[in-house]
């Protein structure tokens, strides 16, 4: 059974960090393409960072571009996102995405980990 469970949400100060894990389980972690996807009350969710199976590659949206690094461990099937110079804007449910290519398979999702950030 796939698992994906997300960790290390919170409530942070403007300019502060925030660093989230994703846990997976029940599939060949080191051969998936993750991502991280987030959603504000009233919005869509929208796509923050991506990485391909071997890490290699990564994208961002422009909006964390500079401040966010996406990361993982094969060996300990763990994504991260390290976030640093928060914004009241990056205020979300942070989801974490997983797909056996970036354009076709079957798309796993976790069930989203909270952060605020406010004053």
């Known amino acids: 059974q796939v698992q994906l469970v997300e960790s290390g949400g919170g409530l942070v100060q403007p300019g502060g960090s925030l660093r989230l894990s994703c846990a997976a389980s029940?599939?060949?972690?080191?051969?998936?393409?993750m991502s991280w996807y987030r959603q504000a009350p009233g919005k869509e969710r929208e796509l923050v960072a991506a990485?391909?199976?071997?890490?290699?590659?990564?994208n961002y949206a422009d909006s964390v571009k500079g401040r966010f690094t996406i990361s993982r461990d094969n060996a300990k099937k763990t994504l991260y996102l390290q976030m640093n110079s928060l914004k009241p804007e990056d205020t979300a449910v942070y989801y974490c995405?997983?797909?056996?290519?970036?354009?076709?398979?079957?798309?796993?999702w976790g069930k989203g980990t909270l952060v605020t950030v406010s004053s």
């Open positions: 995405y997983a797909r056996v290519s970036s354009t076709w398979g079957i798309i796993y």
């Open positions: 029940g599939f060949t972690f080191s051969g998936y393409y």
């Open positions: 990485i391909t199976a071997t890490g290699g590659s990564t």
